[in-house]
């Protein structure tokens, strides 16, 4: 009988919500957004971070008219965010300058609305930008455990995948589409809701 009690370190327990739009003509990422709802973690303190990469009319990146910024209520929270575990994530690590000269900008305005029966929403301001994030058309959530093996931590988590989301950056709606992605064999799509999620390392 394996053991219910399970004898690791929590990293981080609490919400990661993402987004990934894709261009129609090239397949690239074109818009990548994951929010972390911290409620503990014994390093790094509980707390929000938005991180926000868009290139909004997909026609290349510039850093004039597109997206680049980390919005959080937690600056040492952000940094190990931004400089151990995002850095590795789909979207993210596929733009790899303008990710390094991310600002990490901070803010204590972070809302959520909704039931995720029906739809969700997440609602971020900061100095100069507001960002309304809603997840849509919402499939029936399913539990995952991923595994060190794949992964640098073991992950716990609660993912509900969107067949529709709304992106407003300052008002603006950048360009692209969700895709069908399958998650360890259960289908899923690149916007999902992702609540009780449970980081883990080995003692």
């Known amino acids: 009988m394996s053991n219910i009690v399970k004898d690791q370190n929590i990293i981080w327990t609490g919400e990661n ?26 390093q790094y ?36 965010l931004k400089e151990e575990i995002v850095i590795g994530y789909t979207g993210f690590r596929d733009m790899l ?19 995720p029966s029906q739809s969700w929403t997440e609602t971020v301001k900061g100095e100069g930008i507001e960002i309304a994030l809603s997840w849509k058309s919402l499939d029936s959530p399913f539990y995952a455990e991923i595994p060190s093996s794949d992964w640098p931590h073991t ?13 407003l950056i300052d008002g603006k709606k950048p360009l692209g589409h969700i895709k069908d992605e399958d998650f360890y064999g259960k289908p899923a799509t690149s916007c999902c809701l992702a609540f009780s999620e449970t980081w883990l390392s080995v003692k």
């Open 155 to 167: 992950v716990c988590t609660v993912l509900q995948a969107s067949r529709n989301v709304d992106v």
């Open 17 to 42: 919500p993402y987004i990934r739009l894709f261009d129609g003509e090239s397949g690239d990422i074109v818009t990548s957004i994951s929010l972390f709802r911290i409620v503990y973690s014994s």
């Open 97 to 115: 300058s303008e990710y390094s000269a991310m600002p990490i900008i901070e803010t204590k305005d972070f809302h959520s609305t909704g039931d």
């Open 45 to 80: 303190g509980n707390g929000h971070a938005l991180f926000l990469l868009s290139d909004l009319d997909a026609d290349g990146f510039n850093q004039k008219d597109d997206y680049c910024i980390c919005l959080t209520d937690n600056l040492v929270l952000a940094n190990w």
